[in-house]
């Protein structure tokens, strides 16, 4: 059967050429099958894994069916809400692209920055408002945006906004909108309380899933590595450089480690950088950019920090803690492995603490994960010929390190725990009398 290209799903001649600017010529799954749905003004409910096309699913037909009108100052005609000021710059990216050929106007409101460019914006009016919830909460109550001529709603990554404590303020921002108006919900999973949320929000809607919920691709190989927690760093570094790693996403838990794991990475020579949701919308706006362009090559960042970051080429995923929800881990790998790609997930474990979590995710994915014994150093590079015998005082101290393959860096300081490879034959405690720097 011949593929369908995106002339087959009956978008405007405008779009289809902003479409071709860009290269595509057929749509993924999700677009083929939401597309036509959206265009019939039906309310369509989108499940589908991270890197599939879902912004794309939505913004196109979104584009098609608003065009042409005319807003006024302060009513936006379409409102996309999203969970992460990333994910909506995303969604602004994308309707600018396939935009570009129509008088279509849109505005992007996010917290971390000014308001009052943003309300400049929405005096003069605009088509489609691209919002974050809390943001979105404050313009609306100080009267800055009215949200009573919306005619085409979506929630962007639902799964998330109820992760983020959203579902309250998204139940709030519906009661203004008008009873007439299409919606669309986009969701990797979904749990009863989206379900409940799309029964309330939602007539008769279209039902779409192109992926099995908790399924990972098959073009990621995935690994654990074995190990214990305090070892997590250096075990890190050693991996980046044994597996030639040239672009990836290193997730933590916690905010505080982000900075920690980066900065251990600097300082081993990998260019790395740091997001997460302390961060100045100034920075992480910039690191973004950098690591999109290839300026930075390893982003460490929490799951917030890295939803909606939407990047074909990355060729690893590293875990650094296992996610304490099942269905992150699968949100996680996701970032490698697109677009057809290969890709590799390593998730570094530590027993028996991370065991209930491991046991959550391989019964979620149906998969008993490959283990790697990472206490275990590893295999020696081969060792030049020396120009001249070695002493033989110095022999007992040089094969104690053979087995050792520290990752060489510039700038050796004593204190950095990336740098010192584990001492062989003591365990995880090492004597007094090896300390370095003592």
């Not at 390893?298 to 890295?306: F, G, H, K, Q, Y």
């Not at 699968?330 to 997930?345: F, L, M, N, Y």
Request: with cysteine; proline share 6%.
């Amino acid at each position: 059967m011949k593929p369908i290209t995106f002339t087959d799903l009956g978008l405007d001649p405008n779009i289809l050429k902003a479409i071709a600017d860009v290269g595509y010529e057929h749509p993924t799954e999700i677009q083929g099958k939401a597309i036509p749905s959206i265009l019939m003004m039906k309310d369509v409910i989108g499940i589908a894994q991270t890197g599939t096309g879902k912004t794309g699913a939505f913004t196109l037909p979104m584009i098609e069916v608003l065009q042409g009108g005319v807003p006024k100052g302060r009513m936006p005609r379409g409102l996309v809400l999203t969970p992460t000021r990333e994910l909506a710059a995303q969604v602004a990216d994308n309707i600018e692209l396939y935009a570009k050929y129509l008088n279509l106007s849109h505005a992007l409101i996010v917290g971390g920055v000014q308001m009052a460019d943003q309300v400049k914006k929405l005096e003069r009016g605009v088509d489609i408002l691209i919002a974050t919830p809390g943001r979105l909460m404050d313009l609306q109550e100080r009267g800055n945006v009215l949200l009573r001529d919306i005619k085409f709603l979506v929630i962007d990554e639902a799964d998330r906004m109820l992760d983020m404590g959203f579902i309250p303020d998204i139940e709030k921002i519906i009661g203004h909108l008008p009873p007439l108006r299409q919606n669309l919900l986009f969701s990797a999973t979904m749990p009863k309380p989206i379900q409940k949320l799309a029964e309330k929000l939602m007539d008769n809607p279209k039902t779409i899933e192109v992926a099995q919920r908790s399924s990972t691709s098959k073009n990621v190989t995935q690994k654990l590595i074995m190990v214990p927690a305090k070892q997590k760093t250096q075990k890190l570094v050693h991996y980046i450089s044994d597996l030639n790693v040239d672009t990836a996403f290193i997730f933590c838990n916690r905010k505080r480690d982000i900075d920690g794991y980066a900065r251990a990475l600097e300082k081993a020579g990998v260019n790395a950088g740091a997001l997460h949701g302390d961060m100045s919308q100034n920075v992480r706006t910039e690191t973004l950019g950098k690591f999109k362009d290839g300026k930075i090559k390893i982003l460490v960042c929490s799951d917030v920090a890295a939803r909606g970051i939407d990047i074909s080429d990355v060729g690893h995923v590293f875990n650094m803690d296992l996610p304490m929800n099942a269905e992150d881990y699968v949100h996680r790998i996701g970032r490698t492995g697109r677009a057809g790609k290969s890709g590799e997930a390593y998730s570094f474990v530590s027993l028996p603490a991370d065991e209930k979590y491991l046991d959550a995710i391989e019964k979620l994915i149906e998969t008993k994960i490959d283990r790697i014994d990472g206490s275990k150093e590893s295999k020696p590079k081969a060792e030049p010929k020396a120009k001249e015998k070695a002493k033989p005082q110095n022999q007992s101290k040089n094969n104690s390190n053979q087995n050792s393959k520290p990752f060489k860096q510039k700038n050796h300081h004593p204190d950095d725990e990336a740098d010192i490879p584990s001492p062989v034959g003591f365990g995880d405690e090492l004597p007094g009398f090896m300390a370095i720097g003592k």
